[in-house]
């Protein structure tokens, strides 16, 4: 994953403080808050040859790739369906590698999003959600990344597509375009269009990018994307920042919270999720089970 990416040189000199929550989400939280949380980690790949005698056994074949990463996550950032549009049996081939309470998240294609700017799509959404609809009970929340260059003046397009989504579509939209957080007018209208529209809001921690930390929520919900940087030693103070943020919110009453570990290099995602996970537990009160390494 490139977003973001700024020289290994420049990492010591950016300031990786979260910043305080937006008004909006205490606001959120309050109005909606819940008893217990359910949280779910995971990559945006399970394709990586590179974790063979790492978190896959020696010798495992491409084919029982995603069988194993399954025994480690519960969830999959899907980036799969953003680059080529997903069919029927493709879909129910993952889906009978994976146990009942794992999720996909898929990302819509990039047809719609980047080449159709989410404009005259319906013909490529109804394929789009055939295809998806048979992950059934595996089906997590729909992943829309707008074109980059879409910003406050895409506001009603965004908008009419969102409101055209089915009901039983859980949705959570990224934002790229800087106008998004340079402008609170255009940022308060659209978390108001996302609030309505029971739209999800996603954070994505990149190095180069520290804008898109808003730190806002549209719903009791959260989506995560965290980009470290090859192990560097602010992925760990980054980390256990996260894990305090999630606890607070945790302690207000979030619903979910789906946490995707992303690296430059996606070589080293195993390695932060195993340090996460114990410290999630520890400080969370979570049970997660902890990824078991072969060696």
Not at 256 to 272: D, G, T, V
């Given at each position: 994953?490139d977003f973001?990416?700024v020289?290994?040189?420049e990492?010591?000199k ?16 309050k109005?909606y808050?819940?008893k217990?949380?359910?949280?779910y980690?995971g ?6 040859p590179d974790?063979?005698g790492?978190i896959?056994?020696p010798k ?10 399954a ?10 369906t ?6 029927k049996?493709?879909i129910k081939?993952w ?5 009942p ?13 980047h ?10 959404v ?18 829309l990344?707008?074109?980059?260059q ?11 597509f ?6 039983d579509i ?7 375009h ?7 007018e ?9 609030e ?11 190095s ?9 929520l549209?719903t009791?919900e ?6 470290g940087n090859?192990?560097?030693p602010?992925d ?5 920042n ?6 607070s ?9 789906y946490f995707f ?10 390695e932060?999720?195993r340090?996460m ?9 979570t049970?997660?089970?902890e990824i078991k390494?072969?060696?």
């Amino acid at each position: 994953m490139d977003f973001g990416k700024v020289d290994s040189a420049e990492l010591d000199k950016i300031d990786f403080t979260l910043p305080p929550d937006h008004p909006g989400t205490i606001q959120v939280l309050k109005k909606y808050k819940a008893k217990s949380t359910e949280v779910y980690i995971g990559c945006a790949k399970w394709g990586r040859p590179d974790w063979v005698g790492k978190i896959y056994p020696p010798k495992t074949k491409q084919a029982d790739f995603l069988n194993h990463y399954a025994k480690h996550f519960n969830c999959i950032e899907l980036n799969a369906t953003f680059y080529r549009m997903p069919t029927k049996s493709q879909i129910k081939t993952w889906k009978d590698k994976v146990g009942p309470d794992f999720k996909f998240c898929p990302k819509f294609v990039d047809q719609i999003t980047h080449i159709k700017r989410l404009k005259d799509t319906k013909e490529l959404v109804d394929r789009f959600l055939e295809a998806i609809y048979e992950f059934r009970e595996n089906l997590g929340p729909l992943f829309l990344m707008p074109h980059p260059q879409m910003g406050p003046k895409s506001l009603e397009v965004q908008q009419a597509f969102i409101e055209s989504m089915p009901k039983d579509i859980q949705l959570f939209a990224e934002q790229r375009h800087k106008d998004w957080y340079g402008k609170s007018e255009a940022f308060d209208s659209l978390f108001a269009m996302m609030e309505k529209s029971k739209t999800g809001s996603i954070i994505t921690d990149a190095s180069g990018r520290r804008d898109c930390v808003h730190m806002r929520l549209s719903t009791p919900e959260v989506f995560i994307r965290f980009v470290g940087n090859g192990l560097h030693p602010t992925d760990y103070t980054r980390i256990d920042n996260w894990i305090q943020r999630m606890k607070s919110w945790m302690e207000q009453g979030i619903h979910k919270i789906y946490f995707f570990m992303h690296q430059h290099e996606e070589l080293h995602s195993p390695e932060l999720c195993r340090y996460m996970i114990p410290e999630i537990n520890k400080h969370c009160g979570t049970a997660i089970p902890e990824i078991k390494f072969v060696a």
